[in-house]
């Protein structure tokens, strides 16, 4: 694997990861493919089990990590080919991006989308231009439009529910602030290529683009959507179609025991960080979920993923 | 030991870690109790002797060590429990322990006290809930009211001194802004624990509360209490009468020279950071202090700690 | 080697730490000398470089490192001596240096200068104090007006030109802000030890002082002192008569593939972050230069630097 940015990188089928992720998970030190190597890890946003779940994803592989905050530690960067740099910007990210390839045998960078220009965005203009300038391989940790540590994290923690053709739903819920399709997209993306039944519900206008929404259901009415699912996985994203703004939403999306109620017995699942009783209330986070199986799977997946780019 | 917040985690008295720290000292890769094993450092204030030493204790024992600063790398944290969080705060502290937890074998927390209410400060409303939330062994890098990595150190220092039965005086001493009771209420929980006779001398209104002062000599005249002291540690904090504030005082209570000749050629000690020629002259800190033997102190205090969590 | 502050601290040669870099790019884990040694990296400033570089070479000796960023995660410093510490700042530079001795067994610092006063930037007051008050070998990451590892680091890369007796030009070149003059200083301290002919090119006020420009070729005209060059050495820098202030420039200094045409084929060397089309223009950057060379290279004069330091 050359790079992991979307599930194209995988030859389209998320298995062989899985199934190296749930291995690791049963013996953590039973590869030393990274003994001798260093893993660079680049922030250009917040992070909390990103940060944490690869590096010891390569701490588990044998792998040296150095970890650069490059707003606060580093340059203010430019993104801009062919700007004329008298500004504020102190390096170009091109620059940046080669240099650290001198340092790291793998660097993965988080990038969020500016959420202004939806071309921009999906794009991908930023990661692609890394991915153009690296001369080692690349490792998301999630992109303007992808997250996809998070789905392969998630999958796995599907796959560990041991349900044949499980009902998935993708329920949008509330939040404060408008928020990336990052996740819910790349959710789509990977659980799309499993054999799980995948719906989508989210108010009429947060529809998320076709590329990701084709091969699902979609259903504008929550309750509907959450009869007899056997997994509820939540996230909040602002308009696709009015892009990056947040649009009224009349009905309370928030999830509820009551709605959980509907479910065959379903399993709550979200990324993390999550907004107490806006998304999903304490009882359906402490009670019906699964978010802290996946924040710890997320270890595993970044270390199948570690082990096939150092393959490569 | 299943945590490592107050004295009471070591069953009430300090020799065993005092006596372990000081064989570290002598072979500080003795143990490789750490091998395969990851500690996490989640930093909600500043910290320069906390975030080294014990980085450097985790690495003498063979772990692996993450650091995390939660306000600067991370997301904003959310104490209340039962809260609608639609606000500024986007992690629940309950999630953020519960999920570091899935990556480390050992997690230690630094959250100072607000200094607004006693109840909760004193509550250890904060740490408590970490306690509770984690599934992992806590050590405390400073919590609202002790320190007691700190304390623990500070007490192999004065063993090191080899005085039978030290004469232990804790002064206040002045400073331009209002600070925590959690060193000066730490120090005296540790060392009343030692066969050290202790007396503490502060302006009135500054009495710590009485868990800590009981079994304590009072003395409000500062030179008056120096009078054959083998150790003098020095501390500012804040009123706890008065909860968090800054009491007018008439006297100099700054540390000098001239003060440590009334004492039995004792010795000065302070936690670090100090504010020279405040608390006391550089006199005193550069010719009558053990301040960076107490420092160095930190990493065998530190070292024995993690052992203990590690083999519980 | 005690310390690497300058030029000095080699004996006046580089020669040996050229050789060894090179054996090092060789066989990068060639030496255990690092084994149960820590690094402790503290910047007062920015860097990426530096700062991923540096781990890297303490990783590949076997050294433990530590990152520490002064601003953000410690507690403010004071710098002058004696002062009443009263004000904003929370701990002295001495106290900090000298603690974290306890816990590294070499200690990297970066600090900046401040621009305003001359005798104070180059009476190199701050790594002086440092040097001072370490008891463990100090390894500067840039200071007020030398970076010997990045100089260190461009000797390794004209070495690897083969050119017997290159002809190096310094040469001044635009930026939009006031910068130090650590780069070209120590540039020319280092080349000059060597066998290279060196020009420095500048417009007028722009002039280093004398300590470095002494043996090297005054050229105000920039083509003229292109001519014929075997590498062009770009930097910007503010003035040292009219000390950390930016002169009124006519002429158009940016480095274009118009005027790189006039060197015998020269190579392009820049310490990065660099100003693109400020500095020098894309075309320049892409095609004409060796900055990825030298960025690469940091790593392995770094870990020469080391291996000596560890060794004394």
Chains 1, 2, 3 share one sequence.
Request: charged share 25%; glycine share 6%; with cysteine.
């Amino acid at each position: 694997m050359k790079n992991f940015i979307s599930l194209n990188d995988t030859a389209g089928s998320p298995d062989e990861l899985i199934d190296l992720a749930l291995r690791f998970k049963q013996d953590p030190f039973s590869s030393r493919t990274g003994h001798r190597k260093t893993l660079g890890l680049l922030f250009l946003n917040p992070s909390l089990r990103t940060r944490l779940s690869t590096q010891k994803a390569g701490h588990n592989l044998g792998m040296q990590v150095m970890v650069m905050n490059m707003d606060s530690e580093g340059w203010k960067l430019e993104m801009e080919d062919g700007s004329v740099m008298d500004g504020a910007s102190q390096e170009h990210i091109k620059d940046a991006i080669r240099v650290i390839c001198e340092y790291v045998d793998v660097i993965g960078v988080r990038t969020f989308p500016g959420l202004k220009s939806r071309e921009e965005d999906y794009g991908e203009k930023i990661m692609s231009s890394i991915v153009k300038h690296a001369n080692k391989p690349v490792l998301s940790l999630e992109s303007a439009t992808r997250h996809p540590l998070q789905s392969l994290a998630d999958l796995v923690t599907i796959r560990e529910m041991g349900i044949t053709r499980p009902k998935v739903v993708l329920s949008w819920a509330p939040h404060p602030r408008a928020l990336p399709q990052a996740v819910p997209n790349s959710f789509l993306e990977w659980v799309k290529a499993t054999n799980a039944e995948v719906t989508v519900t989210c108010p009429k206008g947060y529809e998320l683009s076709d590329e990701f929404m084709q091969g699902t259901h979609l259903v504008h009415n929550q309750e509907e959507a959450f009869d007899g699912a056997d997994v509820i996985y939540a996230k909040n994203w602002s308009s696709y179609q009015h892009y990056g703004e947040r649009l009224p939403v009349q009905e309370d999306w928030t999830i509820t025991k009551a709605k959980m109620g509907l479910t065959n017995n379903g399993k709550f699942m979200h990324c993390l960080p999550v907004r107490r009783n806006v998304i999903a209330t304490d009882e359906v986070l402490d009670n019906h979920s699964v978010i802290y199986q996946q924040a710890g799977n997320r270890v595993f997946a970044a270390q199948a993923v570690l082990e096939k780019l150092l393959q490569s």
